[in-house]
């Protein structure tokens, strides 16, 4: 079982910045893979950054050049450096641990909002 808990999301002006933050507790085994994901209202759930227990990272289309993931192994802690940010960048944003690319199960923080204004 891993526990995620979300903070700093909230509200910030288009152009802003925000750092995200998600720290898991619980299985380390099943933290190998930690990402950020997004729900706009009335969109689906979407992948934004995924980052390996190795450092190695991929990002969504949208985010690349703007967004940047990284984690600090030691605190179980995956971080999320939001730049530039644009109204539509507005939504819930939820950490996710895996033990692998692969897995077929996975576990979910609570979410966080993060609203962006114009």
């Known amino acids: 079982q891993v526990q995620l808990v979300e903070s700093g999301g909230g509200l910030v002006q288009a152009g802003g910045s925000k750092r995200l933050s998600c720290a898991a507790s619980?299985?380390?085994?099943?933290?190998?893979?930690m990402g950020w994901y997004r729900q706009a209202p009335g969109k689906q759930r979407s992948l934004v950054a995924t980052?390996?227990?190795?450092?190695?990272?991929s990002y969504a289309d949208p985010v690349k050049g703007r967004f940047t993931i990284s984690r600090d192994n030691p605190k179980n802690t995956v971080y999320l450096q939001m730049n530039s940010l644009k109204p539509e960048d507005t939504a819930v944003y939820f950490c996710r641990a895996q033990p692998t690319p692969w897995a077929n199960y996975g576990y979910w923080g609570q979410g966080t909002q993060v609203t962006v204004a114009s």
């Open positions: 619980g299985s380390i085994s099943d933290t190998n893979i």
């Open positions: 980052i390996t227990r190795g450092g190695t990272t």
